[in-house]
């Protein structure tokens, strides 16, 4: 073999080597897209009103890390996040997912729902490449604007060889967090997730990735629930528990308006007020299903009553989604409870 040939060869295995990961951002809008006339702003703003590729465009740093390119699958406030949004958004990081050039996705979201988008990706999404969701407390047009950095280092950690197989992570504040524990903890500072039952997953610095566990409950690749096999959802709503508990009303409403299950945010361990519980055991018995989640996001719930679902340690965002998705699987109280008690 001459020098020529050895030349050629090293050459092609040192731009194998060097090759850049290829990430693709889903942008849906949200603070992180977001613009005042003011650069003091931080509340008041519009919401989803900047465009995927102006976000790459203020980041020039992300092309250094991967090859990037942008899609626009909405341009919301999260707040008003909805199933049709859920399904479409799940169903092209999928399409993308299973192409042999995409190398992970990061998706932008606005902070509000962005935990139970997220929980819904990491049930639903059957892949083992990095699915990360990022997005900003302060809107691009103000002072300090934490969604430049947040959006570097979300591109960071979806193309860290590392990220491989730990389900869908949220990237804020230099912080990673796991779908399945995150949550909101705070409603304006920078610093704003958190994950009460399990600590942060790890942390970024200056974009070098650091773990601190992997998750062992069941996620994308080992989750029972194929977002291919899943046109509609269920219709499942939140009520909550309090003092003098008038909502047995609302219970009542809306399970005459077609609601298959309810998720009650209790007091304390779950605790439902009598007022609401009467209602609710009366239909449950004509087949409403009713799990008990906590208003406390830290802790477990238990629950010694064969009609009602415990939730374990899942928030009632949470409980929501994975009720949602039991509901595509099955009726039986008992197998939703397992279902519970597994993810």
């Known amino acids: ?5 050895l030349a050629l060869i090293f050459i092609s295995c040192w731009s194998i080597a060097m090759a850049k990961p290829n990430i693709v951002i889903l942008a849906t809008g949200g603070t992180i897209a977001g613009q005042s006339d003011s650069q003091i702003d931080t509340t008041g703003y519009k919401a ?17 890390i991967a090859n990037i390119s942008g899609e626009q699958v909405a341009n919301i406030d999260s707040a008003d996040m909805t199933n049709e949004i859920w399904l479409k958004l799940a169903n092209r990081i999928d399409a993308l997912l299973s192409q042999s050039n995409v190398d992970g996705i990061v998706i932008t979201h606005g902070t509000d729902t962005m935990e139970e988008s997220a929980f819904f990706l990491n049930l639903v999404i059957h892949s083992d490449k990095p699915i990360v969701i990022t997005g900003a407390m302060r809107p691009a047009s103000a002072l300090s604007a ?24 949220i990237v804020m504040n230099d912080r990673i967090q796991s779908a399945r524990f995150a949550s909101k903890t705070h409603r304006i500072n920078t610093d704003s997730f958190s994950s009460p039952n ?7 610095v200056d974009g070098r990735v650091f773990f601190n566990y992997k998750i062992d409950k069941p996620h ?4 029972m629930f194929n977002i291919r096999n899943i046109k509609t959802l269920p219709k499942v709503n939140i009520l909550y528990s309090y003092a003098n508990d008038g909502s047995s009303v609302a219970a009542k409403a809306l399970f005459d308006n077609g609601t298959e299950g309810i998720v009650v945010a209790g007091s304390g361990n779950g605790s ?4 609401q519980k009467e209602t609710l055991e009366r239909l449950i018995s004509n087949g409403l299903l009713v799990v008990k989640s ?3 996001d830290s802790g477990i719930t238990t629950s010694d009553e064969k009609d009602f679902i415990a939730s374990n340690d899942l928030n009632p965002r949470m ?13 039986d109280i008992g197998e939703i409870q397992k279902i519970f008690d597994k993810y």
Request: overall charge positive; hydrophobic content about 40%; glycine content about 8%.
């Open 1 to 5: 073999m001459n020098l020529a040939k």
């Open 48 to 64: 989803g009103v900047v465009g995927v590729d102006v976000l790459i465009k203020a980041v020039p740093e992300i092309s250094n």
């Open 146 to 169: 934490d969604g430049p950095k947040n959006l570097y280092n979300a591109v960071s950690l979806a193309a860290n060889k590392d990220s491989k197989n730990r389900g869908v992570m």
């Open 198 to 204: 399990a600590g942060d997953m790890g942390y970024i």
């Open 220 to 223: 994308t690749t080992t989750s």
């Open 272 to 275: 439902i007020h009598k007022y």
């Open 294 to 296: 906590s208003r406390i």
């Open 319 to 331: 409980a929501r989604i994975l009720l949602m998705l039991s509901l595509t699987k099955t009726k």
